[in-house]
């Protein structure tokens, strides 16, 4: 994660909210209200994009040079696309559920210095899933979060009793959904969707989660790094999805909430639609995903295009 994703990422736990984002140009500005979904078939192709004259070429262009001004605006980017029909989508946690409440705890916890220790307690939490993956340290999620927050604190100098530890980390077991994605979520369910969560969380944190926003029965079996002892983007842990729903890569989307776990699950070979809550700005790697949308309902849409 870059130092321009972590203060994007923090922002999402700023006060608890999202805050309010503007179009940053003239241009998405003036044609907000053109903004919608449009598909179409044409020489096999299907045509899913803001409007109608939306072509691969022109969303490369969008989401490369200009993905900044399209993440900001909150507005849906959804790229031209070919091939299978989607039959399931895996989704990673975050993308449903809210994790702000956590950073307002610890604003609680540590006065004037909570939103520093949350970017800096998640920044660690990724970084040690990658170290421990490439350096095939594996331990599961749980464990990584609670090395970082004690690391986090010790780095920026603050007391962390047990107490106040025992109090952060339960607080990623009180985890509720984000509230588009219930509505959304029992749509692409009623549809006739596969869905399962394929996520860094272990089994334990993606139940109580689902529990504590009654959720039950949306889901499929979750898919957890515990099984194939290895953290996002590891090809292990993409290639779970496919063997849980016995499809082809290309008939299952991924959902992801990072940007750089959406370039991961694109890498990988899956059609991707980055929910960019935080409207962070697209990472430079090479790529960009089949579609992004500040929630669940633009990813819905979507997917149902492509049903």
């Given amino acids: 994660m870059t130092r321009g994703q972590s203060a994007n990422t923090a922002s999402i736990f700023r006060n608890g909210s999202l805050g309010t984002f503007e179009p940053v140009t003239e241009h998405f500005a003036d044609h907000r209200h053109r903004w919608h979904v449009h598909f179409q078939s044409c020489c096999s192709t299907e045509i899913v994009g803001v409007r109608t004259t939306v072509n691969r070429r022109e969303f490369v262009s969008l989401a490369g040079a200009g993905a900044a001004a399209a993440a900001l ?41 909570g939103e520093e220790m949350s970017a800096l307690w998640r920044n660690r939490q990724f970084e040690y899933t990658w170290l421990r993956t490439v350096g095939r340290q594996y331990a599961d999620f749980w464990q990584v979060t609670e090395e970082a927050l004690v690391f986090s604190c010790k780095a920026l100098k603050l007391e962390l009793t047990r107490a106040d530890s025992d109090r952060l980390m339960q607080s990623y077991l009180e985890l509720k959904a984000w509230p588009d994605a219930p509505a959304a979520l029992k749509e692409l369910k009623a549809s006739g969707l596969q869905m399962a969560f394929l996520s860094n969380f272990t089994a334990a944190m993606l139940d109580q989660a689902v529990k504590n926003s009654s959720l039950e029965g949306i889901f499929a079996d979750h898919l957890s790094t515990d099984q194939v002892r290895a953290f996002k983007p590891d090809p292990q842990f993409y290639g779970m999805a496919m063997n849980a729903f016995r499809l082809r890569k290309e008939e299952i989307a991924f959902a992801a909430f990072g940007g750089w776990d959406a370039m991961g699950a694109k890498w990988f070979g899956y059609p991707t639609f980055w929910v960019n809550r935080a409207h962070a700005v697209a990472e430079e790697l090479g790529t960009v995903p089949d579609g992004m949308g500040k929630d669940l309902n633009d990813l819905r849409i979507f997917v149902q295009a492509r049903q």
Wanted: glycine fraction near 10%; charge should be positive.
């Fill in 73 to 113: 605006s909150g507005e849906p980017v959804l790229a031209a696309v070919s091939g299978a029909k989607i039959k399931a989508i895996a989704f990673d946690g975050l993308a449903v559920f809210d994790v702000r409440p956590v950073a307002t705890l610890a604003e609680r916890v540590f006065p004037g210095r």
